[in-house]
């Protein structure tokens, strides 16, 4: 049986506000929340814990979803990046440049972009826009 989730692309305001949200749908009845990270977001989407656990398929219906593009567009994207850049262990600073040279030029990835592909990656969620 596939399991449907929702996702309020309303109440995503910037990258916390999508991690408050992704909680709120995916970690339901979990003691422990989900940080704001990409490599965290990947792992919860294989399904072994939270509501995805157990579960063969998902689907999850984004309403809302301009309203997301536009609140992890350009902007956040830069703020993210630079903010790498002020505290740069862990990261690599040149990789973190060429990316924030990348988005200013147009030509890079937006952070709603890295999430869209971090869910196309996980062929047992059906991702529909909404």
Do not use: C
Not at 12 to 20: C, F, N, R, T
Not at 35 to 53: Q, R
Not at 69 to 75: F, N, P, Q, V, Y
Not at 97 to 116: C, H, K, N, P, S
């Amino acid at each position: 049986m596939t399991l449907i989730l929702q996702i309020e692309g309303s109440a995503i305001h910037d990258i916390p506000s999508l991690y408050a949200e992704i909680n709120r749908v995916f970690m339901a009845g979990e003691d422990w929340q989900l940080g704001p990270s990409l490599d965290a977001l990947d792992d919860l989407l294989h399904g072994a814990y939270g509501v995805l656990n157990g579960h063969a398929q998902a689907t999850v219906v984004w309403r809302g979803i301009a309203h997301s593009r536009s609140a992890l567009g350009t902007d956040a994207t830069r703020r993210w990046l630079q903010a790498k850049l002020q505290a740069p262990a862990g990261f690599n600073p040149q990789a973190i440049a060429r990316q924030l040279d990348a988005l200013q030029r147009g030509e890079g990835q937006t952070y709603f972009e890295i999430v869209m592909e971090i869910f196309a990656s996980h062929r047992q969620i059906t991702l529909v826009p909404a």
